[in-house]
């Protein structure tokens, strides 16, 4: 959506207007970062349906960056929308944790 505006796609900036703000403002670097993450979580998924222990760390680091990241939105910008997304990172992280044990090396 940021490398090609105008499409049909454009619709889904309607669900948080200022991140396509925050993007735009940030310039060619917001496609590195989108990439990088898209990437990071290619690379979590595929390390999970491997069951591989380096999958399980990869997707609780990107998690827990993400709680972190909604615990900031919600206290410094007020964005309490940010806050549906703590119990669902706090949950996902303990199912993971649970369930290390079944992750080869």
């Given at each position: 959506m940021l490398l090609l505006p105008g499409t049909p796609l454009d619709v889904l900036w309607?669900?948080?207007p200022h991140s396509r703000e925050?993007?735009?403002?940030i310039g060619n670097w917001a496609v590195l970062l989108m990439t990088t993450v898209c990437l990071a979580c290619a690379v979590a998924a595929l390390g999970l349906w491997r069951l591989r222990r380096w999958g399980l760390w990869a997707a609780t680091a990107i998690l827990s960056v993400n709680l972190i990241a909604?615990?900031?939105?919600s206290a410094v910008l007020r964005d309490?929308?940010?806050l549906i997304g703590l119990p669902i990172a706090g949950l996902m992280i303990a199912y993971l944790m649970r369930h290390r044990s079944s992750f080869a090396r």
């Open positions: 309607r669900f948080n925050g993007l735009l403002a909604d615990t900031i939105n309490w929308r940010t």
